[in-house]
């Protein structure tokens, strides 16, 4: 199993920029698809964007498309999603999430595609 820490979240006033950090320890995450996740109050966890193995492709929830940028250093072991443009209903609990299957290619965007979680870091952004 692997041990996931998120960093970097904060409040930040509308339009400015975060950059949240996953930091992995107890394995490997070269081989496996990574993916970033958001919970607000009230609302069910939702998807934002996940990355290759090798970092080659990304996808992106529409809602952050364009403003949002996900990577990362596998010799750090390390995940990044930088945020720019946030606007208020980018508030929420941010998690890092390692997927159950080992790919090249694939970048998912579901849940149950994932199986080791971070606690999570909490995003606000005021109006």
């Not at 403003?67 to 250093?73: E, G, K, Q, T, W």
């Not at 080791?116 to 995003?123: C, K, L, M, N, S």
Request: charged share 20%.
């Amino acid at each position: 199993q692997v041990q996931l820490v998120e960093s970097g979240g904060g409040l930040v006033q509308a339009g400015g920029s975060l950059r949240l950090s996953c930091a992995a320890s107890g394995r490997s995450l070269s081989m496996y698809p990574m993916g970033w996740f958001r919970q607000a109050p009230g609302k069910e966890r939702e998807f934002v964007a996940a990355i290759n193995s090798n970092g080659a492709y990304t996808t992106y929830a529409d809602s952050v498309k364009g403003r949002f940028s996900i990577s990362r250093d596998n010799a750090k072991i390390t995940v990044y999603v930088q945020m720019n443009s946030l606007k208020p209903e980018d508030t929420a609990v941010y998690y890092c999430a390692r997927a159950r299957f080992r790919s090249l290619s694939d970048t998912p965007s579901r849940s149950v595609d994932y199986d080791d979680w971070g606690q999570g870091t909490q995003v606000t952004v005021s109006s």
